[in-house]
C-alpha cells in the first residue's frame, strides 16, 4: 500500500527521499503549524505537553532535549516551568526550528532524529511530542535517544498511536476521515500535509508496541498511558 499524499510514509522512500520530502512537508507547514496544532486538538495538545513534563519532573540545573522539537512548544514549557533547565531543541526543518527559537529564544540544533550529533550521555532528560511516527524507522530514533541519555535518564513520548480495540479506532477512524481532512482543507495551504498525517497516525505502532520497542532499545521502567481514547498516548521510560 502507498500514501495517497505525495509525502512517503516510513518504509515508502528509496535512499533517502522520504525524510527529503518529510522535511519540506514541515518546512511548508511551518508557518501555520501552530494554529493546525490549536484547532485540531482543541487546544489540548499543550495540556498534553504540560502532562508530560509533569511526569518527567525535570530539575533545575538538568538538560533536555527537546527532539523532532519542531516550533520548540515543549522546549519553551519545560524552561518556563524550570527555568534553571537547560534545554536545546532539535528538528531537522529549518523552518520549524526558526519558529521555535524566534518564539522560546532557546538554543537549537537542526539535527537528524536517526543520527544524532550529541556525545553518548550528553542530557539527563528527553521528549519527542508527535515526532516518532515520521521517523523512517522509529526503532532507529529511539536507539538513539538511548545513546544520548545519561543512565537513568528520563524520556517521555507523546504520539498518535494506532489503538488496537475496536472503541478507540472508531473514535480515530471518524476523526481522521472526517475532522481532520476538512481542518486540513480550511486552515492548511498544504492539504496533501493533512492526508500524510493522518496515513502516517493509521500507521504507525499501537502504543504496547512502542513500549515493547522501548525496552528492545535499552529503557526500563516503561509507563504507558492513554491521555485520549483512540487519539493521544503517553509512554514515559528509563534509560536503564
Ligand atoms: C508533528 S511535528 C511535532 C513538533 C513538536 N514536537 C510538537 O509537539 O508540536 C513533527 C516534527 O518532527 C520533525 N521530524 C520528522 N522527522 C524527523 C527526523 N528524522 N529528524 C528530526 N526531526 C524530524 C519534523 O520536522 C517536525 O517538526
Request: hydrophobic residues 45%; aromatic residues 8%; proline residues 7%.
Amino acid at each position: 500500500m502507498t500514501s495517497s499524499a505525495n509525502v512517503p510514509l516510513p518504509g515508502e522512500g528509496v535512499g533517502g527521499t522520504r525524510a527529503t520530502a518529510v522535511r519540506a512537508m514541515f518546512d511548508r507547514i511551518a508557518p501555520r503549524y501552530d494554529l493546525l496544532n490549536r484547532v485540531m486538538t482543541l487546544k489540548v495538545d499543550q495540556a498534553w505537553r504540560r502532562r508530560l513534563l509533569r511526569d518527567l519532573a525535570p530539575r533545575d540545573g538538568e538538560t533536555l532535549l527537546d527532539l523532532c522539537a519542531g516550533t520548540m512548544d515543549v522546549a519553551g514549557l519545560a524552561r518556563r516551568r524550570t527555568p534553571g533547565l537547560r534545554v536545546v531543541g532539535a528538528d531537522f526543518s529549518f523552518q520549524m526550528l526558526r519558529r521555535g527559537v524566534e518564539k522560546t529564544g532557546l538554543p537549537a540544533s537542526q539535527a537528524d532524529a536517526m543520527a544524532l550529533p550529541f556525545l553518548p550521555a550528553r542530557f539527563d532528560l528527553a521528549t519527542v511530542t508527535f515526532g516518532m511516527r515520521n521517523l523512517e524507522r522509529y526503532q532507529v530514533g529511539l536507539a538513539e535517544l538511548a545513546r544520548v541519555l545519561k543512565p537513568g535518564g528520563r524520556l517521555g513520548i507523546l504520539e498518535f498511536f494506532r489503538p488496537e480495540s475496536a472503541g478507540p479506532r472508531l473514535v480515530h477512524g471518524l476523526y481522521n476521515r472526517l475532522a481532520l481532512p476538512v481542518l486540513g482543507r480550511v486552515l492548511s495551504p498544504d492539504p496533501e500535509a493533512y492526508r500524510y498525517l493522518v496515513e502516517s497516525m493509521e500507521r504507525f505502532a499501537s502504543r504496547p508496541e512502542f513500549e515493547a520497542a522501548a525496552r528492545r532499545a535499552g529503557f526500563g521502567s516503561v509507563h504507558g498511558e492513554t491521555l485520549f481514547p483512540g487519539v493521544c498516548g503517553l509512554v514515559t521510560a528509563v534509560r536503564a
